[in-house]
C-alpha cells in the first residue's frame, strides 16, 4: 500500500448539524473542534467536511457565494485554520466539499453576468437565445423543471442542472477554468489534504440540441470532452498529494477503473448507484438483492487496478437502519459489517456510527430540503391530500440524515442549547453518543470494533473480493483474501435464514473473530442457520 487514504476510515461530517458551539441552533467549526476527541475515539483518519463557504444556502451550501470564505454561521477563517491545525495535531485529515459544476446566483460572476449579453462575465456561465414559450430544449434538472431559466429582459435563459439558483459554470471558458484552478490552489496552499468533487462528472455538456432518450440526464453525465478538465485537475492534485473522491455519476463501474487508477484523475469515486428500491411509493426499502448486485459489481470491475470509496449513507439520503435494517441495534451492527470490510475506502455518514433512524415527520413544516418541499407542493397540486403528499414526498426525503447529531440524552440531544434548525429526532433519549459510550454492546462500540479490525488486518485494505451466496436474496456474504482469508456473512432480512455453504468454504477450518450478537453462529458448518441480522466475521486458521 503506497497511499495513505487506501488503509483509512473517513467520517462525514454534515457541519450544520453536527454540534452547535454557539447556540444559534446551527453547528459550527467551533463545535466540530470540540468534538475531535469523539473522532479520534471512534479511531477515523479523515473527515469530508460538506460545504462551510459563503451561501444563500438555497441548498444548504451547495450554492456558493463566495469560494474563499466561510458562511458567518459556521465561523472564520481563522476559525477554519484553527480547526486544521488542530485536526493535524490529532493526526485527522481534513477533506472539503468542492463544487465547481455551478455558483450561487448571488455569486459576484453571475451577478455580473446577469447585467447584460456585452457584460464580461456573461460567458462564465451558460447563455442561449430563448422565451419562456421557446427553451433552447426540453432537458430536464435534477431537481425538477427545466435547465432552462428565462432572464426576459436580455432574451436569453441561463442554464442549471440543480435549482435555478445555482447557475452551472461554463466551463469552455478558459478564464473560468484559470479562476477556479487558482481557488483550488488557494485551499491547498492552506494545506488541506484532499476535495469531494461535488457533481464532477457534470461540468462537460452535449451540445445543446442534442435530442433525450431514455434517461433524462444523459446530455450532462460523463460527456465526451471532460477529460481534458479532468486531466487539468489532476495535475493540480498530483502537486500537492491530495486525497481526492468524485460525486460522478454516469460513470459506469467499468469507466471508473480509468478514473480511480495509478494513471486516473481522481483516487476514488462515489458510485450513485446503490438505493435500488422497491416496494410501493411511500414506503420504499432497499432491495437487498439489487443492493449487492451494484456493490459486487464495483468490486469486481475495480478490481486491483481502481479503488473503491465505500459508504451506506450520506447527507443526500434516507437513514439505512431504517430503509434496509429494522431500526434495531443489530440491525444497524449488520449493515456496518456488511460495507466495512469491503474493499475501498469506507465513509461513515454522523450519526451512522450510531444506528441513526429516518425521522418520524408529521407535518410538512418540519421540512428544510428544498427537492422535498416542491415534491410536496407538486403532490397537492396533483389532489393527493395533505397526509398522502407528506408521506409520499417525505420517505425518501434528504432531510432523515441531515437532522442533528444526537450527543446525549439532554434537551435537544445536546446538539445546541438554542433552537436547532431542523428538529432533532425524537428517538435521542436512547440513541446518542453518551449512551452508547458506555454500553459495551452498543452500535458505536461495535464501529469502533471494526475500525480496529479493519486497521490491524492488511488483507481489508490489499486483499481480493469475492461474493459469495449470488443470487441470495437476503444474504450479503463474501470472501477477503490476501496475506489472511476472510469470510463475511450477513443476514440482511427479518427472517430465519438457512444457508448451504459450498465446499469450498466449509471444508476449510475458520475461527470466528466477531459477531454482532451473542447468539449468532460461532462455528462454521455446511448447513447453518442465521437469524435475522445475523452478522459473523470468521478468518481462516493457517494450521488447517
Ligand atoms: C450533490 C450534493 O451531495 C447535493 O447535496 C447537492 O444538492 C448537489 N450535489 C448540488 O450541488
Given at each position: 500500500m503506497t497511499n495513505w487514504w487506501q488503509n483509512a476510515v473517513g467520517y462525514q461530517i454534515y457541519p450544520r448539524s453536527f454540534y452547535d458551539s454557539n447556540g444559534d441552533g446551527i453547528g459550527d467549526i467551533k463545535g466540530i473542534i470540540a468534538k475531535i476527541p469523539y473522532l479520534k475515539e471512534l479511531g477515523v483518519d479523515f473527515i469530508w467536511l460538506n460545504p462551510m463557504y459563503k451561501s444563500p444556502n438555497v441548498d444548504n451550501g451547495y450554492d456558493i457565494s463566495d469560494y474563499k470564505d466561510i458562511a458567518a454561521e459556521y465561523g472564520d477563517m481563522a476559525q477554519?485554520?484553527?480547526?486544521?491545525?488542530?485536526?493535524?495535531?490529532?493526526?485527522?485529515?481534513?477533506i472539503l466539499d468542492l463544487v465547481v459544476n455551478h455558483t450561487s446566483d448571488q455569486h459576484p460572476w453571475f451577478v455580473e453576468a446577469k447585467k447584460g449579453k456585452e457584460n464580461p462575465y456573461r460567458n462564465y456561465y451558460h447563455w442561449q437565445n430563448a422565451t419562456p414559450a421557446n427553451l433552447p430544449n426540453n432537458w430536464q434538472s435534477f431537481f425538477g423543471g427545466s435547465t432552462w431559466t428565462v432572464d426576459e429582459p436580455s432574451g436569453q435563459a441561463y442554464f442549471h442542472v440543480f435549482a435555478p439558483e445555482q447557475p452551472d459554470l461554463n466551463w469552455k471558458n478558459e478564464a473560468v477554468r484559470t479562476e477556479i484552478y487558482q481557488m483550488i490552489r488557494w485551499w491547498l496552499e492552506l494545506g488541506i489534504d484532499g476535495f469531494r468533487l461535488d457533481a464532477i462528472s457534470h461540468i462537460q455538456k452535449e451540445p445543446?440540441?442534442?435530442?433525450?432518450?431514455?434517461?433524462?440526464?444523459?446530455?450532462?453525465?460523463?460527456?465526451?470532452?471532460?477529460?481534458?478538465?479532468?486531466?487539468?485537475?489532476?495535475?493540480?492534485?498530483?502537486?500537492?498529494?491530495?486525497?481526492?473522491?468524485?460525486?460522478?455519476?454516469?460513470?459506469?463501474?467499468?469507466?471508473?477503473?480509468?478514473?480511480?487508477?495509478?494513471?486516473?484523475?481522481?483516487?476514488?469515486?462515489?458510485?450513485?448507484?446503490?438505493?435500488?428500491?422497491?416496494?410501493?411509493?411511500?414506503?420504499?426499502?432497499?432491495?437487498?438483492?439489487?443492493?449487492?448486485?451494484?456493490?459486487?459489481?464495483?468490486?469486481?470491475?475495480?478490481g486491483k487496478k481502481g479503488w473503491n470509496a465505500l459508504y451506506l449513507e450520506n447527507h443526500d439520503n434516507p437513514r439505512f437502519n431504517t430503509i434496509l435494517g429494522n431500526e434495531t441495534k443489530k440491525s444497524a451492527k449488520a449493515l456496518a459489517m456488511m460495507y466495512l470490510l469491503l474493499r475501498g475506502t469506507p465513509f461513515i455518514y454522523q450519526g451512522q456510527e450510531l444506528g441513526a433512524t429516518n425521522y418520524p415527520f408529521q407535518t410538512i413544516s418540519e421540512v428544510d430540503a428544498k427537492d422535498t418541499l416542491s415534491f410536496y407542493h407538486r403532490l397537492l397540486a396533483e389532489n393527493k391530500s395533505e397526509a398522502e403528499a407528506l408521506q409520499l414526498a417525505t420517505s425518501w426525503s434528504r432531510d432523515h440524515a441531515r437532522t442533528p447529531m444526537q450527543w446525549d440524552d439532554s434537551k435537544n440531544a445536546g446538539f445546541t442549547t438554542g433552537t436547532p434548525w431542523l428538529k432533532v429526532n425524537p428517538n435521542y433519549v436512547k440513541i446518542n453518543v453518551a449512551a452508547e459510550k458506555e454500553d459495551p454492546d452498543s452500535v458505536l462500540n461495535f464501529y469502533r470494533q471494526l475500525i480496529q479490525i479493519r486497521r490491524q488486518e492488511e488483507t481489508f485494505a490489499t486483499g481480493t473480493f469475492e461474493l459469495l451466496a449470488q443470487n441470495d436474496p437476503d444474504i450479503f456474504a463474501y470472501l477477503r483474501k490476501g496475506e489472511k482469508q476472510f469470510l463475511i456473512i450477513t443476514n440482511i432480512s427479518q427472517k430465519t435464514r438457512k444457508l448451504t455453504l459450498p465446499k469450498k468454504i466449509w471444508q476449510k477450518n475458520w475461527q470466528s473473530y466477531i459477531t454482532n450478537d451473542k447468539t449468532a453462529p460461532k462455528k462454521l458448518t455446511k448447513e447453518m442457520t442465521f437469524a435475522p441480522y445475523d452478522a459473523l466475521l470468521f478468518v481462516e486458521q493457517s494450521n488447517s
Open positions: 477554519f485554520k484553527e480547526l486544521l491545525e488542530a485536526c493535524h495535531k490529532e493526526n485527522l485529515k481534513i445543446w440540441n442534442f435530442k433525450i432518450k431514455d434517461n433524462p440526464w444523459a446530455p450532462f453525465m460523463n460527456v465526451a470532452g471532460i477529460d481534458n478538465y479532468m486531466k487539468d485537475l489532476q495535475q493540480i492534485f498530483n502537486e500537492y498529494n491530495v486525497m481526492t473522491v468524485g460525486e460522478a455519476s454516469g460513470v459506469s463501474s467499468k469507466k471508473a477503473v480509468n478514473w480511480t487508477d495509478s494513471e486516473g484523475y481522481l483516487d476514488m469515486i462515489f458510485e450513485l448507484e446503490h438505493n435500488v428500491r422497491k416496494g410501493v411509493a411511500g414506503s420504499e426499502r432497499i432491495d437487498l438483492l439489487g443492493f449487492k448486485k451494484v456493490i459486487a459489481r464495483w468490486q469486481k470491475d475495480l
